[in-house]
T-cell receptor
């Protein structure tokens, strides 16, 4: 089984619908992140969390919210999806050790908003 | 704010040849980490190589090596003896030690490997 698991892997939805992307990890890492990937823009940080009580906005948090339900679970919500939120979304984790903060990624959730 | 720039949207290389992917970054920090991540068609992101800024020696991982020029803020990736499996999107990334320890990514370079 993957160390970082995202569900769903693919989702098509309509404008205005509420969508939740879920992430769970078995790596035991405290730090979890949500990134969005768009062609030509690379990965951009949406939200990050350093523990259950610590949630921080990234560079593109507008239109998104997150919940850290447990150390191992970090979900991303789009309260009212819009077409420009069509993208590939990645959850990632990192340790606080001396590895420089290497990110461990899930397999991505491709979201299409019609 | 820190930025990462990859100026080559696409590159191609002949199998068994060598290719270099470019990356520049901007920061006012003196201590940080730099990474190259690979994203194959499966879309799973995996770490290729990392470099600690306070280490002058360039990092090497098998066929992958970097040319780290701290003063020039340049961090290029060299792939030697290219293989078909190297075809992927490559992202350069920066992680500083301030500002929440966030990792910032470049736009990526798509590498094609010709048989």
């Amino acid at each position: 089984d993957a160390d970082v698991t995202q569900t769903p892997r693919n989702r098509i939805t309509k404008t205005g619908k509420r969508i939740m992307l879920e992430c769970s990890q078995t790596k035991g890492h405290d730090r979890m992140y949500w990134y969005r990937q768009d062609p030509g823009l690379g990965l951009r940080l949406i939200y990050y969390s350093f523990d259950v009580k610590d949630i921080n906005k990234g560079e593109i948090s507008d239109g998104y919210s997150v919940s850290r339900q447990a150390q191992a679970k970090f979900s991303l919500s789009l309260e009212s999806a819009i077409p420009n939120q069509t993208a590939l979304y990645f959850c990632a984790t990192s340790d606080t050790g001396i590895d420089g903060g290497e990110l461990f990624f899930g397999e991505g959730s491709r979201l299409t908003v019609l | 704010a820190q930025t990462v720039t990859q100026s080559q949207p696409e590159m191609s290389v002949q199998e068994a040849e060598t290719v270099t992917l470019s990356c520049t970054y901007d920061t006012s920090e003196s201590d940080y980490y730099l990474f190259w991540y690979k994203q194959p068609p499966s879309r799973q992101m995996i770490l290729v190589i990392r470099q600690e800024a306070y280490k002058q020696q360039n990092a090497t991982e098998n066929r992958f090596s970097v040319n780290f020029q701290k003063a020039a803020k340049s961090f290029s990736l060299k792939i030697s003896d290219s293989q078909l499996g190297d075809a992927a999107m490559y992202f350069c990334a920066y992680r500083g030690n301030t500002g929440g320890f966030k990792t910032i990514f470049g736009a990526g370079t798509r590498l094609f490997v010709k048989a």
